[in-house]
């Protein structure tokens, strides 16, 4: 019988990576011009939420959490899709001297082989 697998998917980077890589992106969209000042206040409103408490609302955690969510989420959804894709490929880059899994086909297979000597 085979084993059912879990509805629930977890990120492969992780829920915390994938949260400051999402925080990064919304900073960089918040900064380029090609993104509607009128958007823009959707991450600011919800942060203000967060920060100013109401009255008349009832406040509990998950309320503030839900709405920095949501804020954070339909800011980029409704931001133009070719600069968040633009933004997203900046933050998805490999910095030099970082470790990254080699795909198929990337030139991967030669090896050289070489001895290290400390020059006096």
């Known amino acids: 019988m085979a084993a059912k697998k879990s509805p629930i998917s977890l990120p492969s980077k992780g829920v915390f990576n994938e949260i400051l890589q999402r925080g990064k992106l919304i900073l960089r969209l918040m900064g380029d011009k090609r993104v509607n000042p009128v958007l823009k206040l959707l991450p600011i409103g919800s942060l203000v939420y967060l920060v100013v408490p109401l009255d008349f609302l009832p406040v509990n955690p998950v309320d503030d959490a839900l709405v920095v969510w949501l804020g954070g989420y339909l800011f980029i959804e409704l931001c133009p899709p070719d600069v968040v894709q633009e933004h ?20 991967s297979e030669e090896v050289i082989d070489a001895e290290w000597r400390e020059k006096s």
């Open 88 to 107: 997203m490929a900046v933050l998805n880059q490999v910095l030099p001297g970082e470790w990254k899994e080699p795909t198929a086909g990337s030139g």
